[in-house]
């Protein structure tokens, strides 16, 4: 069997494989001679710890967001993004919006008006970094 433990903090991750080892440990005691193996692979790490450490990174972001004429809005995600690969990387990058709504399903969409607004962020970030 294979799962996805994921989680917003790392304390939350530690408390589901907790729950696995315990869950390991009945199973086998309840049924001797089987055997059952725990492996654990990080994939990709939640960057809201790193990109506290970095205040200004979002501070950034948020200006360039307004600079667009809209206003900031934080909202936490979870997944495999490139962000979160590169933030473990040594990195900080805050995920920036792209403009897509109802990510890897069937109804899956984006807005090309939000979408320009993100490149439009994009070059105000560029700005407030050379400045």
């Known amino acids: 069997?294979?799962?996805?433990?994921?989680?917003?903090?790392?304390?939350?991750?530690?408390?589901e494989?907790?729950?696995l080892e315990d869950i390991?440990?009945?199973?086998?005691?309840?049924y001797p001679g089987s055997r059952i193996d725990l492996?654990?692979?990080e994939t990709y790490r939640n960057m809201h710890g790193t990109l506290?450490?970095?205040?200004h990174v979002s501070a950034y972001l948020e200006e360039a967001v307004r600079r667009t004429?809209?206003?900031?809005?934080?909202?936490?995600?979870?997944?495999?993004?490139d962000g979160s690969g590169?933030?473990?990387?040594?990195?900080?990058?805050?995920?920036?919006?792209?403009g897509g709504h109802n990510y890897h399903g069937p109804t899956e969409w984006v807005s090309l008006?939000?979408?320009?607004?993100?490149?439009?962020?994009?070059?105000?970030?560029?700005?407030?970094?050379?400045e």
Do not use: Y
């Open 86 to 98: 590169l933030t473990a990387m040594g990195l900080p990058c805050p995920n920036i919006f792209t």
């Open 17 to 19: 494989k907790a729950l």
């Open 113 to 130: 008006d939000i979408m320009e607004k993100s490149v439009e962020t994009l070059i105000h970030l560029v700005q407030i970094c050379v």
């Open 24 to 30: 390991i440990l009945r199973v086998q005691d309840r």
């Open 39 to 41: 492996e654990i692979s």
């Open 69 to 81: 004429g809209l206003a900031p809005k934080w909202v936490a995600v979870r997944g495999g993004t």
């Open 1 to 15: 069997m294979k799962f996805l433990l994921r989680a917003f903090d790392t304390q939350t991750l530690e408390k």
């Open 52 to 55: 506290q450490q970095v205040p």
